[in-house]
């Protein structure tokens, strides 16, 4: 199984390798050296960190107070429906938010009147609107999952010590959260700054472009290779290397279950309970407006004489190239884990940091360069017009990979440290140790599907670039709608694919529940 797992690790590698060869190889086109002292360059770099660093540091500042409310306060009504809700908010497709919100704080937006006439949703308002939308729900989870596990004995201390507010803060949880902030920060500032629908949807103009927006731009309109290179090498540099310093520092498990189990958390003042009161439904209605925002597109619309075969087989595509995209991931991010493992067990950091790095690249690779790259790869060497659906699903499968490795290695490793050494003295076979271990990761490898399939179901970058004229997805077939000023038919269209999000996160948070 070791080479099965280096082999699936030296797939999702070829891949990105062979993308930036097919650039490489257009027209020899090489790294453009005098766009590093461009002002261009600089005012695009300068934003992308702008808005990554500000999209992290307000989503934190805004989840902080919302998990210590969730925590506090475990009798909140209808909490863990809110939690599945900000599980929703993490996964849900990026098209269908930009509706939302456009809906909601665009030009003719139904809370724009209230903002002012200088209000403007496009540029980086927007931008950070949207991230923080995006990105705050999946912090809230994490925060509080790290407040769960302050030891009751903690709580007990405090309360004999007699500890106020403020203390407690500052000597029971901060040094709890303080270990997960860093790579809390770090995640969700890669994630802002490769962000590429976002800003391209909500941009607004030269003066709020990203590194990805600005490579879709030297491909898409002026075919410049080398300027793409150079901007494709700067992105994965930054985002690179920030990543691998946060595999250095450690990992957390993503979006497990909310336990529900409290000890001895101690008694709020009702002054402070009113107020987590009042951030929890405040968080509420902020989640819910850009989803609330749809609606009424269903009232405006003649529901029986809406095209409704028209959603059918972009809806069939989405979920069947999802659907391939999340088996194929799932099977591959298993063989990867077995190096990683294999390294983890003969205590070799190094070598288990380089494979942890190498299987959850495409995490920081440029979306966009790999799927143009590839293309031009395969144009001359693949009828792409026949096959271009295949490598749809197989650049989707290399996007999600990262999230299934994370979501699988802490019940993976957890059942190295309890068995692998009773299994290696009973001598047992492979297939005898996956009979075993099949019961015990079952419900996360469940879970792990169905997270991987929601964030499948949203790509529009990859089918954008590979995307034929016969066919399209549900994402797509939106960005169509929006960009044809059909806000009814994009706002129908949302709500459909968000059901079938809300349906998955459903089944995700009952075997993780069960888990």
């Known amino acids: 199984m070791l080479i099965a797992g280096y082999a699936a690790l030296l797939l999702s590698s070829l891949i990105t390798l062979l993308a930036f060869a097919g650039l490489i190889g257009f027209s020899d086109a090489a790294v453009d050296w005098a766009l590093l002292s461009d002002r261009y360059f600089h005012s695009v770099l300068l934003f992308s960190l702008k808005q990554a660093a500000l999209s992290t540091l307000l989503s934190l ?51 724009t009147p209230l903002l002012g006439d200088n209000w403007n949703l496009y540029g980086l308002n927007g931008i950070l609107i949207a991230h923080i939308y995006l990105n705050l729900p999946y912090a809230v989870r994490v925060l509080l999952q790290q407040l769960q596990h ?90 690179g290397g920030l990543f691998l310093l946060l595999n250095r520092a ?37 989640l819910l407006l850009p989803v609330l925002a749809l609606l009424p597109a269903l009232f405006q619309a003649d529901l029986l004489r809406f095209d409704w075969m028209a959603l059918l087989a972009p809806t069939l595509t989405s979920l069947s190239l999802a659907l391939a995209a999340a088996l194929a991931a799932m099977v591959l991010a298993y063989l990867m884990l077995f190096p990683i493992r294999h390294s983890h067990r003969q205590r070799k950091a190094r ?7 190498l299987s959850t690249h495409a995490l920081v690779a440029p979306a966009m360069v790999i799927s143009v790259g ?53 001598k047992l076979s492979r297939l005898q140790q996956l009979r075993i271990e099949w019961p015990f990761i079952r419900a ?3 879970a792990t599907f169905a997270l991987i399939l929601l ?21 797509l077939l939106i960005y169509s709608y929006a960009g044809s000023y059909r806000i009814t038919e994009a706002s129908i269209a949302s709500l459909l694919l968000l059901l079938i999000c809300a349906a998955l996160v459903g089944l995700l948070e009952r075997v993780k529940q069960d888990a």
């Open 374 to 426: 590839l293309y031009i790869f395969l144009l001359q060497r693949i009828d792409l017009d026949r096959w271009g659906i295949a490598f749809v699903a197989l650049l989707n499968m290399a996007v999600i990979i990262p999230f299934a490795i994370q979501q699988l290695k802490p019940r993976l490793l957890q059942y190295d440290a309890q068995y692998q050494q009773l299994s290696q003295s009973l």
């Open 61 to 111: 500042l805004l989840a902080w107070p919302l998990a210590r409310a969730l925590y506090y306060l475990p009798e909140l009504p209808a909490r863990r429906s809110f939690l599945s809700l900000c599980l929703l908010g993490f996964v849900m497709p990026t098209l269908v938010l930009i509706t939302g919100l456009v809906a909601l704080l665009g030009r003719n937006g139904y809370l």
């Open 351 to 357: 070598r288990r940091l380089l494979l942890e790095w």
């Open 150 to 239: 302050i030891p009751d004995r903690s709580w007990v201390l405090a309360r004999q010590l007699k500890l106020s507010p403020w203390q407690r803060l500052r000597l029971v949880e901060w040094p709890v959260l303080k270990p997960s902030l860093l790579l809390l920060s770090g995640f969700i500032f890669v994630l802002c700054f490769n962000s590429f629908a976002v800003v391209l949807a909500l941009g607004g103009g030269p003066g709020a472009t990203t590194l990805e927006v600005a490579i879709y731009q030297a491909l898409k309109y002026d075919f410049n290779m080398a300027e793409a290179l150079t901007l494709a090498w700067t992105q994965l540099l930054i985002a």
């Open 444 to 446: 996360a490898f469940t």
């Open 455 to 475: 964030l499948a179901l949203g790509d529009v970058a990859i089918i954008s670039i590979f995307g034929g004229d016969d066919w399209q997805t549900l994402p």
């Open 250 to 286: 450690g990992s957390s498990r993503w979006l497990t279950a909310d336990s529900m189990v409290r000890g001895n958390t101690p008694p709020t003042a009702v002054w402070m309970r009113q107020i987590h009161r009042a951030i929890y439904l405040i968080a509420w209605g902020c």
